[in-house]
């Protein structure tokens, strides 16, 4: 069994910052890629950016040069920190990994269970 623990939610003004962060856990053999995703009410859920285990990123168009992903020493966490945050960027952010478990050896796509974000003065 497979978890992703996501933390760093929470209420921020335009303008401010916020850091979360995703821990992977449970019977995983090898990481692929690690994470983020937003939905906001009303609208698809959408990419904002993901790390591959070469450590390669691709961020949304939308938050590039203002969000940054990163994967901790341990390489089963990732971190997106997010600054000059904007209303628009108000939404449910959910930790995603593609990753093979140890048993029983398959492949597949894990997601956390969201943390809500809400940039508001």
């Known amino acids: 069994q497979v978890q992703l623990v996501e933390s760093g939610g929470g209420l921020v003004q335009p303008g401010g910052s916020l850091r979360l962060s995703c821990a992977a856990s449970?019977?995983?053999?090898?990481?692929?890629?690690m994470g983020w995703y937003r939905q906001a009410p009303g609208n698809e859920r959408e990419l904002v950016a993901r790390?591959?285990?070469?450590?390669?990123?691709n961020y949304a168009d939308s938050v590039k040069g203002r969000f940054t992903i990163s994967r901790g020493n341990a390489k089963n966490t990732v971190y997106l920190q997010m600054n000059s945050l904007k209303p628009e960027d108000t939404a449910v952010y959910y930790c995603?990994?593609?990753?093979?478990?140890?048993?029983?050896?398959?492949?597949?796509?894990?997601w956390g269970q969201g943390t809500q974000v809400t940039v508001s003065s």
């Open positions: 790390i591959t285990s070469g450590d390669s990123t």
């Open positions: 995603n990994s593609d990753l093979r478990t140890i048993v029983p050896g398959s492949r597949s796509s894990y």
């Open positions: 449970g019977s995983i053999f090898s990481i692929y890629t």
